[in-house]
């Protein structure tokens, strides 16, 4: 078993970008690698439990994912491109995804959410999930990327069937192994990463 400093390290921010966006060969992920990965992923730590399960209803995690298959992936190219507002590259995206997870996370208030320290909370808790599916990813050697979700995280909640209750926290792309001819574009600050000590102080507590 790999060491979680040896995952941590390997895991790469990189976006599959084929053109013309049309979906690549290839039957994607099974529901059982999906499921497996996120029975991983919601070992991360919560502190609160969401609104909605101590009003008695629904689970106790304050995040919630939406998950699409490849099939789905390619279904929704043409629903997206149908909305007045353009989807960019999310498209060439979802041609080379075998699989997209859209993790939402449940704000206290519902649609209209405050910046308390509460919400705060729920969005650290699925935060983490979200990096400890992209770990479990890398382990596994699926490929992944953590999107913003552009006209996912909005424009597109009912095409998709989503609450407006919640908020997307990331749109998270799982990849086939890279084919050849397709763009395969890094994230543009892993160049820039610096060393804890540039972003780490010790403290000295003295003697009272």
């Known amino acids: 078993m790999k060491k979680i400093d040896d995952i941590a390290k390997a895991r790469r921010t990189v976006k599959l970008l084929p053109e ?16 497996a990965l996120l029975d991983t992923a919601g070992s991360a730590p919560f502190h ?29 190219i043409p629903r997206l ?3 007045p507002k353009s989807p960019g ?6 041609a080379a995804a075998d699989a997209l997870l859209l993790v939402t996370w449940l704000p206290e208030e519902g649609r209209d959410w405050t910046a308390s ?15 400890t599916l992209l770990l ?17 995280a909005d424009e597109a909640f009912e095409v998709l ?17 890279i084919p050849e001819g397709v763009e395969a574009k890094p994230g543009k600050l892993r160049g820039q990463r610096s060393a804890p000590a540039h972003w780490t102080r010790w403290i000295e507590v003295q003697r009272s």
């Not at 399960?53 to 992936?73: F, I, N």
């Open 81 to 83: 491109t149908a909305l």
């Open 89 to 94: 590259k999310i498209i060439n995206m979802l």
């Open 136 to 152: 479990a990813a890398t382990e596994s050697g699926i490929g992944n990327y953590w999107s913003s979700g552009g006209v996912l």
């Open 48 to 76: 609160r439990a969401s609104a909605s399960a101590r009003g008695g209803q629904g689970a106790v995690e304050p995040w919630r994912v939406h998950a699409v298959d490849k099939p789905g992936c390619a279904e929704l």
């Open 20 to 35: 013309p966006p049309e979906p690549l060969p290839g039957a994607g992920l099974s529901r059982a690698t999906v499921e």
């Open 161 to 177: 069937g989503i609450g407006r209750e919640e908020r997307l926290l990331g749109a998270i792309f799982l990849w086939p192994d």
């Open 117 to 131: 320290d509460l919400n705060m909370e729920h969005i650290a808790a699925a935060g983490a999930m979200i990096q």
